[in-house]
């Protein structure tokens, strides 16, 4: 299997008064390049944490966190931002678009960072906003676009760099139910399109029959991955 996303033995452990509260507690996940995982639990469960750590935002107190056959932890915090950059797209439930910027804009600043070539950027940024049905709203503020609209920028620009995995958190939780809909639709062929590993963590398991996994979060503790359909031979 081609692994896009590796966690081993990840044990993530916060302060707690005199103690240590465990978010994660000796997790493990294997994702391929193409699969789509449902991240169910309750609040407090640590799904946020588990995409922190995946996303080498947080550096777990334990164990291994590989994107890409990277193994992160070996990395400077430099080295870091740069995997972050240009592997793992992130997807959050607020989409924390700059006002002041057009839907074509948010994407090529983002790839401007990494030091690309202006022009190259906004030639992938417009084909991607083509893609996730924005091409005639690039020229539009967050202000100018419904929610819906937004949630469709965020997950456009989380693909300019090229990214082996996409963690998304909650996308849906401001959406109505046709709009949440179309918004894990499009998460679903982009992870087809793009090859990349997606875990979406997700309160409304109506929409885990798109995904190809589901897997539980409870106390820290990850359950076994469970295939949504099996496939049909
Ligand atoms: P979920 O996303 O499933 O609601 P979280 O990953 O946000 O759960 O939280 C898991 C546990 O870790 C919770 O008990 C939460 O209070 C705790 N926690 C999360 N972030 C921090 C932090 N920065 N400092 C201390 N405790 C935290
Ligand atoms: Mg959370």
């Known amino acids: ?29 294997k994702l391929a390049a193409g699969e789509f995982l449902s991240l169910v639990g309750p609040s407090g469960s640590g799904k946020s944490s588990l995409l922190a750590v995946a ?24 080295e870091r931002t740069s995997l972050r950059r240009d592997r793992i797209g992130i997807i959050f439930q607020q989409p924390n678009l700059l006002p002041s910027l057009t839907a ?18 906004t030639h992938r940024a417009a084909a991607l906003l083509d893609l996730v ?23 456009a620009r989380a693909l300019m760099g ?3 995995v996409l963690l998304v958190d909650e996308p849906t939780a401001a959406l109505d139910h046709d709009r949440s809909e179309a918004i894990v639709r499009l998460l679903r062929q982009v992870t087809d399109e793009f090859g990349v590993a997606t875990v979406m963590v997700t309160h409304d398991t109506g929409f885990v029959p798109l995904t190809d996994t589901v897997a539980g979060m409870r106390d820290g503790l990850l359950s076994a991955l469970q295939p949504v359909s099996p496939a049909l031979a």
Do not use: F, W
């Open 162 to 164: 090229d990214p082996a």
């Open 104 to 121: 074509l804009e948010q994407l090529v600043i983002r790839d401007h960072l990494r030091g690309k070539p202006a022009r190259e950027a």
């Open 133 to 155: 049905g924005l091409g005639p709203a690039a020229g539009k503020r967050p202000h100018q676009l419904s929610g819906g609209q937004r949630q469709r920028v965020n997950i």
């Open 55 to 78: 996303a080498t935002l947080v550096r777990p107190t334990a164990g291994l966190v590989v994107i890409g056959g990277i193994d992160a932890g070996g990395l400077s915090e430099a």
């Open 1 to 29: 299997m081609n692994t896009a996303l590796n966690l081993v033995n990840v044990t993530l452990e916060y302060p707690d008064g005199d103690s240590t509260l465990k978010a994660l507690d000796n997790v493990n996940l």
